[in-house]
């Protein structure tokens, strides 16, 4: 029994005329006919009842229909893993991600996809989510790590949030909390010297629009820099700054004071096109990225990081 024949029976079995299955199973009828008959005889029993044209199926091709389907179906999904597998085996993702992200949680993610995925390349582009939006776009970029809400109005883009954060006060761990107390607000933050990030970082926006919302326009000692630079500066008591509170896990010369109510929050998404099919390799990354968050113990989470994707949702 081959499954070319099973194939060819299931055809019949669904037309009920030889000449439209062979049509269908792009193959010639005779070669169609000679095949069922061939299956017939190892079964022993006729398939199907050809009295007066009318094409019927015989209490044995009854009993072999479903089982024939059954068998067609697994052996269809088997390629289909198969070639995802090989697909996935090698390949090439491109990632577009802010410096935020990139300087907290992205480095561990990458590194632990390419232990499984050694033969996918990675290419990373850092940047901020307006700019990575237009990358995506253009098709420079397969996905994007990027700060809702999404500045763009094009329907064309698809948006998962996958993370919820705290922005947080930096200042140097050295030195007390910047007003000796767990948390602070943000009218606290009047007179005092801040470095700013520069220009088309997400989290400027979000601290220049609260502050004004409170009343005040920050006192900047120190602007323009990126997320590294400014880390740094903090370090080196030229002022605060208010950051995401990932990008200080593996920063131990900084400390991070929450924001009390109201909080500063922002929402981390994962973007693509809905008008262009993700690779095999793009794909894995999403679907990797999804259950490496679901799988983060709550310790390493702690208060600031809330995880927003459904276990559901990383098995698709």
């Known amino acids: 029994m081959q499954f070319q024949q099973l194939a060819y029976f299931v055809a019949v079995a669904r037309t009920r005329h030889f000449t439209r299955a062979a049509e269908l199973s792009r193959v010639a009828q005779p070669s169609l006919s000679k095949q069922i008959r061939s299956l017939e005889s190892e079964l022993g029993a006729p398939l199907f009842s050809r009295a007066r044209g009318n094409i ?83 098709g420079a970029l397969d996905l994007a790590l990027i ?19 705290n922005l947080v006060v930096a200042s140097p761990f050295a030195l007390p909390s910047p007003n000796g107390r767990a948390s602070m607000r943000i009218t606290e933050l009047r007179g005092r010297p801040l470095v700013m990030f520069r220009r088309g970082y997400d989290v400027r926006e979000a601290t220049l629009r609260a502050c004004r919302a409170a009343g005040f326009d920050p006192e900047l000692a120190v602007e323009g820099g990126e997320m590294d630079a400014v ?28 924001l009390a109510r109201p909080r500063l929050l922002r929402t981390v998404a994962l973007a693509q096109r809905r008008d262009v099919e993700p690779s095999h390799a793009a794909d894995a990354f999403r679907r990797h990225l999804e259950r490496y968050l679901l799988d983060l113990p709550p310790e390493e989470l702690g208060p600031d990081l809330e995880v927003l994707i459904s276990g559901r949702a990383s098995e698709g």
């Open 56 to 138: 019927t199926l015989t209490p044995a091709g009854e009993t072999l229909l479903p089982l024939a389907q059954r068998i067609l179906t697994d052996l269809e999904t088997a390629r289909r893993e198969v070639a995802e597998l090989a697909g996935i085996r090698s390949g090439r993702v491109r990632l577009g991600a802010t410096p935020s992200l990139c300087a907290g949680l992205l480095a561990d993610v990458l590194a632990d996809f390419h232990t499984r995925f050694p033969g996918i390349e990675l290419h990373v582009e850092e940047s901020g989510s307006r700019d990575l939006i237009r990358d995506l776009g253009r």
């Open 147 to 165: 700060i809702l809400p999404l500045h763009s109005s094009d329907p064309d883009f698809a948006t998962t949030p996958i993370l919820r954060e």
């Open 231 to 258: 880390l740094r500066f903090v370090e080196a008591g030229l002022g605060l700054a208010v950051v995401p509170s990932m990008v200080l896990r593996s920063r131990p010369g900084l400390r991070g004071t929450p």
